[in-house]
């Protein structure tokens, strides 16, 4: 036990004083923090002024159509601009509106030619029909601005909704009334009783948790396999097995390294706890829900318990990979099996925390493979019955002690043999010999 703890301290030491670790430590917080916030900002950042020109034959509907694209936000979704409640965030675009009541074809050619020639942004034209159709058709000079011709249709919308509400005889109050948001509770309900803890934000935080675990356990178990490699390779681990047993340079390595890992996620853990829901709902209203939404005490308790799991299942596996192989090149070869059902996780996330109780999502909470991400989802979701929690944890702890074995017999051979890559039949025979 004492050389393991030995090789435990010498691999957490090295790597925790490592520039690579103070960067990834440091850089994963802020590159997570820019790809939620920067897009969220980048969009909200007004693009410039707009001139665009609005043509129909009715001038009431032309300057309603009008007056809306110039009030409208990013973040109004057409009921805000509807009704007339606007917030103070910025504007994604600035219109500069001008109305023509008199479409002709020469003037639809005008248009045209000033949209070529770069001295017109966009015009809409609207036809005589297009109360009954609700079809219109606007012209601009950039295809790829998705969130000009939104805003368009979204004010040729409200525009045409409060028109055909004062046709039928409603005044301006009862159009802002009806047409006014609506905000919606999202309230879980289980067995312990109900929280407001649900929506966008209870969907997106366990996908980040699980994301965080699923990057550590690859990262870190490809540490792992690249140091057995790197030891292999330069002859060093002769002289190491000349004071330890291969199985005990093993479990200082593997632990080691989780231990590093751990740390780590830890330091992540706590970087998103000092900032809050402040810096999410800096993001925007989608993100900045996720402030309300909370991960179960049990969920909180679980997640280094899942942690260890997927972590020191997969970098035996990933060990047994580096014993066997004697370059970085032979291993790509080999992980991307082990890597799968890792990668089918994270394909399939959606689905799992859409549907925590499906029959899919049961089979993979119980698989020892992808188990310790997609129970850990389950328990922040919905909490599943303490026998399923149980089961899944037993039958991870029975296949980890099989990946120990399998990989120590691996270890004890392969990691003396060098040359080309061993087949599986000289491997079969590692395993009975060892």
């Known amino acids: 036990m004492r050389n393991v703890l030995l090789i435990l301290q010498r691999e957490y030491i090295v790597r925790v004083r490592s520039k690579m670790f103070i960067f990834l430590t440091i850089f994963m917080p802020v590159f997570m923090a820019a790809i939620i916030v920067l897009p969220a900002k980048m969009a909200m950042k007004s693009s410039g002024e707009r001139h665009v020109v609005v043509v129909s034959s009715s001038a009431p509907l032309a300057d309603a159509v009008a007056k809306e694209l110039t009030a409208q936000d ?6 805000e601009a509807a009704n007339g409640s606007h917030s103070h965030q910025p504007k994604a675009v600035d219109f500069a509106v001008t109305v023509e009541a008199a479409p002709t074809e020469a003037l639809r050619a005008r248009l045209t030619d000033q949209l070529r020639a770069g001295s017109l942004d966009g015009f809409l034209w609207l036809g005589d029909d297009v109360v009954t159709t609700r079809k219109a058709e606007y012209y601009s000079r950039n295809r790829g601005d998705f969130i000009e011709g939104a805003l368009v249709s979204q004010a040729l ?19 802002k009334a009806l047409l006014g948001p609506v905000k919606l509770d999202a309230v879980h309900i289980d067995k312990q009783g109900e929280d407001k803890s649900g929506g966008v934000g209870a969907y997106l935080l366990p996908f980040f948790l699980m994301f965080a675990i699923y990057m550590t356990v690859f990262l870190y178990g490809i540490s792992v396999m690249r140091s057995v490699i ?7 681990v002769e002289v190491l097995l000349g004071a330890v047993t291969p199985l005990q340079l093993m479990a200082g390595k593997i632990l080691g390294v989780g231990a590093v890992g751990l740390t780590q996620v830890g330091i992540w853990l706590g970087c998103g706890m000092l900032v809050g829901g402040g810096g999410l709902a ?15 005490t049990l969920g909180l308790a679980l ?3 899942f942690f260890l799991l997927g972590y020191l ?17 032979e291993a790509q070869q080999l992980q991307f099996p082990v890597t799968l059902p890792l990668l089918l996780c994270m394909v399939v996330a959606m689905r799992l925390i859409r ?25 922040c979701l919905t909490p599943p019955p303490a026998w399923e929690i149980a089961l899944s944890l037993g039958l991870s702890v029975v296949f980890l002690w099989g990946c120990i074995w399998l990989t120590a017999r691996i270890y ?11 087949t599986l039949p000289e491997i079969l025979k590692w395993i009975r010999y060892a």
């Not at 990013?74 to 009921?79: F, M, N, R, T, Y």
């Not at 800096?282 to 179960?296: C, D, I, Q, T, Y």
């Not at 004890?412 to 061993?422: E, N, T």
């Open 355 to 379: 549907e925590p109780d499906s029959p899919l999502t049961f089979w993979l909470s119980m698989f020892p493979l992808t188990s310790p991400l997609v129970m850990f989802v389950r328990v």
């Open 157 to 175: 919308r409200a525009a045409l909704t409060r028109q055909g509400m004062t046709t039928h005889g409603m005044n301006a109050d009862e159009i």
């Open 282 to 296: 800096a993001a925007g209203p989608v993100l900045g829900e996720m402030k309300n939404a909370h991960v179960p």
């Open 303 to 305: 997640m280094p318990v």
């Open 412 to 422: 004890r051979v392969g990691i003396l043999m060098y040359g080309k890559r061993p």
């Open 74 to 79: 990013l973040d109004s979704d057409g009921d």
């Open 230 to 236: 790197e030891e292999k390779s330069s002859r060093v």
């Open 313 to 329: 299942t997969y970098a035996c596996l990933y060990a047994a990979i580096g014993a066997m192989c004697n370059s970085d090149e």
